[in-house]
């Protein structure tokens, strides 16, 4: 499984944009990146998965060079309720049953 | 459905005790999967079922753990003589609704925190 390595934490103020990176250097070619948000004491949530290029749902956008290698996670204008552990993952859609999540990045979003 | 449901959802055990943790996916989801989660850690894949075949064990499942679906609905992770290494939130996750598209996404249970003393 391809490895991702995350800062560790970062702090934002409520409104802001926050960009989150992910670093994927041995991303295979048929690996998915996806994203992952827990907050304390609960499982984690699906946010975004993508392959190449941007995707954007109703939470979030993911931005991913044309080399794969890194991705980038983008919360808009963020409120105190998005302060969580973001996990990236790659993997392969398709019966990546064995997701590393890595140790995430934890983002704390201040009034 | 309300989704992957898990109990109990904190158990406190003496060092040797058993303990069994019980997992209810999200019905017709064809995979289940069990992580554990240590403090400040991410998830760790334990292991994961396609309907009622367990197709994959990771190598932290000792031989300690076993787990189950045997009708290919819930699933039953057991802990044997339990350690104080075993201490940590246990996971269970379903995905792949039968006949549909496998998205790769995961869907979380809140979790069974356990608690060796």
């Known amino acids: 499984l391809a490895k991702t390595t995350q800062p560790i934490s970062m702090d934002s103020y409520e409104g802001q944009e926050v960009n989150i990176t992910c670093s994927h250097n041995?991303?295979?070619?048929?690996?998915?990146i996806t994203w992952y948000q827990q907050f304390p004491s609960q499982g984690p949530r699906f946010i975004i998965q993508?392959?190449?290029t941007k995707v954007t749902n109703e939470v979030a956008s993911l931005f991913i060079p044309a080399d794969r290698k890194s991705s980038t996670l983008s919360l808009p204008r963020v409120s105190l309720s998005d302060t969580a552990v973001y996990y990236c993952?790659?993997?392969?859609?398709?019966?990546?049953?064995?997701?590393?999540f890595g140790k995430g990045n934890q983002v704390v979003v201040i009034p | 459905d309300t989704g992957v449901s898990q109990d109990p959802r904190h158990k406190i055990t003496k060092r040797g005790q058993n303990v069994t943790f019980r997992c209810d996916p999200i019905?017709?989801?064809?995979?289940l999967y069990w992580y554990r989660q240590t403090l400040g850690q991410g998830p760790e894949f334990l292991t994961y079922?396609?309907?009622?075949?367990?197709?994959?064990k990771s190598r932290l499942l000792s031989d300690r753990f076993s787990a189950e679906r045997p009708k290919g609905s819930f699933s039953t992770l057991e802990i044997q003589r339990t350690e104080q290494g075993d201490s940590a939130m246990y996971l269970c996750?379903?995905?792949?609704?039968?006949?549909?598209?496998?998205?790769?996404?995961?869907?979380f249970g809140e979790g069974s925190r356990l608690t060796v003393l």
């Open positions: 993508g392959y190449k």
């Open positions: 019905s017709e989801h064809n995979r």
């Open positions: 079922f396609q309907n009622e075949a367990q197709l994959e």
């Open positions: 041995n991303i295979a070619t048929n690996d998915y």
């Open positions: 993952l790659v993997g392969g859609p398709y019966g990546n049953n064995r997701l590393a």
């Open positions: 996750a379903s995905s792949f609704p039968a006949g549909g598209r496998d998205t790769g996404e995961l869907f």
